[in-house]
């Protein structure tokens, strides 16, 4: 038997391995070997080493499955019970799935984050590296966030409008899904408690002092136009025509490409119907234009304002910081214009009729906004009045004021001028709530509003600061409901907070229009006034807060889902988010932007903020849950500039509609890139103005042409979340002031009219449009 070989050994000396930890217990005998209790307490010191704060197994020792279980709040990917949540459920468990990492090879679970109901932790939405957007689930869930609400909202929202790549399609217009029947009924009815049955009508009717003017004392208060009328081009690529308007005179979109197609009665005729609209001429540069919502009826009316005719002959002084500087009293109007509907369109027989012209002397008008709460009107006919709405609107010296708009009933045909002395309810800026006396006196302008509730209204001022004020004091705010509370976890959103004592001392509130004054000391304990209602003194604001460091550009509220989130932007450079149920803490604040934008709207089927960005000229969504972030969604054709961008998403659809410097209008619908896995986003400039000189004609002599039929596009912007810098900044074109898109919203009414587009520009013509497909 063959014998083995001999086993051979190593001739390096044998040395103990190299320890790179150090045991701060060796050599200490610190216990006993027959303590049980020893031993478990080096166990937990063995444990407390190892770094799993965060892992799946980690569950307190405290706790047993059925405290974890009611633990775990709303916000959390754990689901009970699945069976009602079915849907939802395939989107929220995507987090908690088993994956495989392919550069490994090896399979791994995510952490699993549980809450630990901490009352004094605030979070500013999602975790901060949420899970890349590859797949549908994980998109929906950027949006949504874990609440199961949200993302039935954000997935129904999806199903409803995403087939749509552009324009609105007229058979899928409904309002949005969160906003229930039930809810706008509640809304519609009780909401609107305080101005029918509870005096609030009677009183705005007593503190708004109007008086009827001639036409020659109206007109007096319109701008006068450098030139009485205005000529543009318009018509099919290459036959277009020139018309002529006046003053407040209109011009049927039909009839333009009819008389372009004149040679061709087959063609005019196959052409006929195409072009549901009207061109009408303001004069000059249109300030803003809003909708009136809640009109189901026969008449839709816009409400718009138009700017100061400016003359060559300007003050050698002028006024200095005038964006911060209240002016001095003078003429300006808001113009009402009608608009009938047939067959759920925009008749072509039927033009648009200036009904009523509200005349102020207040500066210019800067803001218009409609109260958007559905709203039941009652007993109007019994009074012979035809209510609008309630129209919030900011004025060049300062204050914001509230007008309730009215229409005689059987009107006759033509324009009436109406005198508004004082408004139904006013906020001056007055003087600042500091603590310390010494101070010199600050007085801050309004620049910007939005509704909250049928009661409540936010204002920005020129200084940063926020007021949100009740214009109805005989009724306490509401505490903003409709506001999810499953959002407590997240963003700490929970029930009101009153406000501070040092906040509740305010100086005297005087009213501008007959220079009464109040006692302020006569708040309720929230913070809102407890004034007589029938009196003229001004309000005093239920919440005061320093939102941001400077100047205040925009407002806008997460109204209908979640409107206690208010959103703005400012000069700072920066939006912010904040829960108005505890705003000192609850906010967040997305990535500084070198030019903040002026325009925001919000999208609630995505449960985002649209804003042009002027650095890499595209629109961008900012998701309520991952604020701090962005996605593309639109490439705009010029940069917006500062102050120049307007922006607006549909009521009744997902369409977004923007313009800028370079007279273009384009509309996008976001959902298929924001949700869609490969789906590429489109977009389509419907229409694009272009104003220019005519040499030897006078001064800011010129005409327009208006160009359309553009074909539709898709959307190359980046999709990384954050803002991309533009690959060649020195590139800059530089545009008339009159070519520029100044203002522009769709019709919020579901009544066939929620795809009607209105779009101004700085030359003064102004285009409705219906633009659903």
Same mark, same amino acid.
Request: with cysteine.
């Given at each position: 038997m063959a014998q083995g070989n001999p086993v051979r050994k190593s001739g390096r000396q044998r040395i103990p391995n190299k320890k790179y930890s150090i045991d701060a217990f060796e050599g200490l005998d610190i216990l006993d070997s027959d303590s049980e209790v020893g031993i478990e307490e080096l166990q937990q010191l063995q444990d407390s080493k190892n770094d799993d704060d965060f892992s799946e197994d980690h569950v307190d020792g405290n706790e047993d499955e059925e405290s974890l279980a009611d633990g775990v709040s709303d916000g959390s990917a754990i689901l009970t019970p699945e069976e009602e949540y079915e849907d !939802?459920? /395939? $989107? !929220? /468990?995507?987090?908690?799935?088993?994956?495989?990492?392919?550069s490994k090879g090896r399979k791994r679970r995510p952490r699993t984050y549980t809450s630990n109901q901490d009352a004094s932790l605030h979070s500013r939405g999602m975790l901060e590296? =949420?899970? *890349? =957007?590859?797949?549908? +689930? /994980?998109?929906v869930t950027f949006f949504s966030g874990p609440c199961i609400k949200d993302i039935l909202h954000v997935a129904r929202s999806r199903d409803q409008w995403a087939a749509d790549p552009t324009l609105p399609c007229r058979g899928n217009m409904c309002h949005q899904v969160s906003h229930t029947d039930e809810k706008r009924q509640m809304e519609a009815t009780v909401g609107w408690d305080w101005y029918y049955d509870q005096g609030g009508r009677e009183s705005f009717a007593e503190k708004q002092k109007v008086r009827t003017l001639s036409l020659e004392e109206g007109v007096a208060h319109m701008p006068t136009p450098t030139h009485s009328s205005?000529?543009?081009?318009?018509? =099919? $690529?290459? +036959?277009q025509k020139v018309f002529t308007l006046a003053l407040s005179q209109t011009l049927g979109l039909d009839e333009s490409w009819d008389t372009a197609y004149e040679h061709n009665v087959e063609e005019? +005729? /196959?052409? *006929?119907?195409?072009?549901?609209?009207?061109?009408?001429n303001v004069g000059t540069r249109v300030r803003c234009l809003e909708w009136a919502p809640n009109h189901d009826s026969d008449t839709q009316y816009l409400a718009l304002a138009v700017a100061k005719a400016s003359s060559p002959n300007r003050a !050698?002084?002028?006024?200095?910081a005038p964006g911060f500087t209240p002016s001095s009293p003078a003429p300006s109007s808001i113009q009402i214009w009608a608009f009938d509907v047939s067959d759920h369109s925009m008749p072509s027989t039927q033009p648009p009729e200036l009904q009523l012209v509200l005349c102020t002397e207040w500066g210019e008008v800067t803001q218009l906004k409609w109260c958007p709460v559905p709203r039941a009107t009652k007993n109007e006919d019994a009074l012979g009045k035809i209510s609008v709405g309630l129209l919030a609107g900011i004025w060049r010296d300062g204050c914001a004021r509230v007008l309730d708009v009215q229409l005689e009933k059987g009107q006759k045909a033509g324009t009436s001028y109406v005198k508004v002395q004082s408004a139904a309810f006013s906020a001056s800026s007055g003087l600042l709530p500091l603590a310390d006396e010494e101070q010199d006196d600050i007085r801050p302008v309004a620049t910007c509003l939005t509704w909250l509730s049928a009661t409540d209204l936010a204002i920005g001022y020129s200084n940063g600061t926020l007021k949100v004020y009740n214009i109805y004091p005989r009724v306490p705010h509401s505490s903003l409901p409709n506001s999810h509370s499953d959002h407590s976890a997240e963003l700490g959103v929970g029930s009101p907070t009153p406000a501070p004592a040092k906040y509740n001392k305010f100086p005297e509130a005087t009213n501008l229009s007959d220079g009464g004054s109040q006692d302020p000391s006569l708040t309720s304990p929230g913070g809102y006034n407890l004034f007589d209602a029938t009196n003229h003194a001004n309000m005093v604001p239920w919440l005061f807060l320093q939102l941001h460091s400077t100047y205040i550009l925009s407002l806008t509220s997460a109204y209908p889902t979640h409107p206690a989130l208010l959103i703005s932007s400012s000069l700072s450079g920066n939006l912010r988010l904040t829960s108005l149920h505890a705003p000192t803490t609850d906010y967040v604040l997305s990535t500084r932007s070198r030019t903040p934008p002026s325009s925001l709207a919000y999208c609630d089927s995505l449960l985002s903020v649209v804003a042009p960005d002027e650095a890499s000229e595209t629109l961008r969504l900012w998701a309520l849950r991952c604020f701090y972030s962005s996605l593309a969604c639109g490439k705009l054709k010029s940069a917006p500039g500062p102050g120049q961008g307007v922006v607006d998403v549909?009521?009744?659809?997902?369409?977004?509609? !923007?313009?800028g410097v370079d007279g273009s209008v384009i509309v996008t619908n976001p959902m298929r890139k924001a949700l869609g896995r490969k789906d590429a986003g489109w977009q389509q400039v419907v229409f694009k103005h272009e104003w220019v000189r005519r040499p030897g004609q006078g001064p800011r002599r010129g005409m327009s042409r208006i160009t359309e039929g553009y074909q539709g596009e898709k959307v190359e912007v980046s999709v990384n979340h954050g803002a991309t810098p533009k690959e060649s900044g020195a590139e800059s074109t530089v545009y008339e002031e009159e070519t520029a898109v100044t203002a522009l919203g769709w019709n919020p009414n579901d009544s066939g009219c929620g795809g009607w587009l209105a779009v101004g520009w700085g030359s003064g013509l102004v285009r409705i449009q219906d633009m659903a497909i």
């Open positions: !939802a459920h /395939s $989107y !929220a /468990s995507s987090n908690t799935e088993e994956h495989r990492d392919t590296n =949420p899970t *890349k =957007p590859d797949h549908e +689930r /994980s998109r205005h000529s543009f081009l318009i018509g =099919p $690529y290459g +036959r005019s +005729r /196959s052409s *006929k119907g195409r072009r549901r609209g009207w061109m009408l !050698a002084s002028p006024i200095e549909g009521r009744c659809h997902s369409s977004i509609a !923007a313009g």
